[in-house]
């Protein structure tokens, strides 16, 4: 059941600013607090250029093993970050807190060498574009983080 008033009090309007870094955890998990934030704009319609199925969230949905469309249903209950983190604890495939520090610890320092090669030609172009150029981009997470003026 979506409950579009508590949705537009946690949502974040992403046609005026940006998500959570994709280095923010929630549930124990990188990119799913950026997910969430993804997955509020979309479902009021404040997503801007921001799309909620892209190649990062089915990252952490594939290896949480976790259904998008539930997930997405049980945010626009109007869930909060901490019932939504208990959500994804609760419905993320079982495994030893080791394996998700590891998974965690490989996406913040995979390199864009490491991106398979459809998305090294994406951010070939992309970069230049969006990146300022005296930033140089060591990490897939910086291209995010330097984008929306994080770091």
Same mark, same amino acid.
């Given at each position: =059941?979506?409950?579009?008033?508590?949705?537009?009090?946690?949502?974040?309007?992403?046609?005026?600013?940006?998500?959570r870094s994709?280095?923010?955890?929630?549930?124990?998990?990188?990119?799913? %607090?950026? =997910?969430?934030?993804?997955?509020?704009?979309?479902?009021? /319609? =404040?997503? /801007?250029d921001?799309?909620? %199925?892209?190649p990062?969230?089915?990252?952490?949905?594939?290896?949480t093993?976790?259904?998008?469309?539930?997930?997405?249903?049980?945010? %626009?209950?109007?869930?909060?970050?901490? %019932?939504?983190a208990?959500?994804?604890?609760?419905?993320a495939?079982?495994?030893?807190?080791?394996e998700?520090?590891?998974?965690?610890?490989?996406?913040?320092?995979?390199?864009?060498?490491?991106?398979?090669d459809?998305?090294?030609?994406?951010?070939?172009?992309?970069?230049?574009?969006?990146?300022?150029?005296?930033?140089?981009?060591?990490?897939?997470?910086?291209?995010?983080?330097?984008?929306e003026?994080?770091?």
């Amino acid at each position: =059941m979506e409950n579009e008033e508590k949705l537009q009090l946690l949502a974040k309007d992403l046609t005026k600013g940006f998500p959570r870094s994709p280095r923010e955890t929630l549930g124990g998990y990188v990119i799913a %607090a950026r =997910m969430l934030d993804k997955c509020r704009a979309v479902i009021l /319609g =404040m997503n /801007g250029d921001y799309h909620f %199925a892209c190649p990062l969230y089915n990252r952490v949905l594939s290896s949480t093993e976790i259904d998008p469309i539930a997930f997405r249903e049980f945010v %626009a209950t109007g869930a909060d970050d901490a %019932a939504v983190a208990e959500w994804i604890a609760k419905n993320a495939k079982e495994r030893p807190q080791i394996e998700v520090i590891r998974w965690n610890n490989q996406l913040r320092e995979l390199k864009i060498s490491e991106l398979p090669d459809a998305a090294q030609e994406f951010l070939e172009g992309y970069i230049p574009q969006f990146i300022p150029k005296n930033r140089p981009v060591y990490r897939w997470f910086d291209v995010y983080d330097l984008e929306e003026q994080r770091i």
